[in-house]
């Protein structure tokens, strides 16, 4: 899900370009845009990581063949999936991964956020650029008033990022995921839209 135009860091739209673009000292131009069936192999590739999977995903890890992610797909394209804003991050014009908002709460207006990248896209900033991005067309365009999300606490490279982004510590759910043979603390956070604001003085409140 996309809208058919950008959003600029002035305010104005442009509505040739139907993209969101970042690009802050050396990390690479980064924006995220609609998925296509080009970018099924990056997709496929990233969902079927088992080194990132509890991560990613609350589900017990497990292969995932492709043709499992394309049924996968298709049963959610035709069943329509609860609402989320799902986008294709792309960096200096190559689709590294993936971020959405969903479980959207309509009444206290509210939403969680998901990101994920493949190895070799890690560490360049490239996340916290894409999250900049997502973190501003949820309060901007979706008018949100708040965004949480969840980290588990060894990942501690996915926190500052999201610390950089604005998001703080709101609470820790002790030996709540078990990862890679262990039990792990999951970390809450979370980000008002007038923290952001104050962070951004022409963004609205």
């Given amino acids: 899900m996309i809208p058919p135009a950008r959003w600029e860091r002035t305010g104005k739209r442009r509505d040739a370009d139907p993209a969101y673009r970042a690009a802050v000292g050396d990390r690479p131009a980064v ?5 296509t069936d080009a970018d099924l192999d ?3 590739r990233l969902a079927a990581d088992l080194d990132t999977w509890e991560e990613r995903s609350p589900s017990g890890p497990a ?3 492709r043709a499992e992610f394309d049924a996968q797909l298709a049963r959610r394209d035709a069943e329509g999936a609860p609402e989320t804003a ?11 991964g993936g971020t959405s908002l969903f479980a959207f709460d309509a009444l206290a207006r509210h939403a969680e956020v998901g990101i994920g990248l493949v190895a070799e896209a890690r560490g360049r900033g490239i996340g916290t650029a894409a999250l900049e991005l997502l973190v501003e067309f949820a309060f901007v365009r979706r008018n949100l008033r708040r ?4 980290a588990i606490a060894s990942n501690a490279a996915a926190i500052r ?8 510590v709101e609470g820790r759910q002790r030996k709540h995921a078990w990862v890679r043979g262990r039990y792990e603390d999951v ?3 979370g980000l008002l839209r007038r923290e952001w604001a104050a962070r951004r003085p022409s963004s609205p409140a």
């Fill in 31 to 35: 924006l995220l845009r609609a998925r």
């Fill in 42 to 44: 990056l997709l496929h």
């Fill in 63 to 65: 292969p995932l063949s």
């Fill in 86 to 96: 799902r986008f294709v991050i792309e960096a200096d014009g190559e689709a590294i």
């Fill in 147 to 150: 965004l949480h999300l969840e």
């Fill in 161 to 168: 990022s999201y610390e950089k982004v604005g998001f703080v």
């Fill in 187 to 189: 970390v809450r956070m």
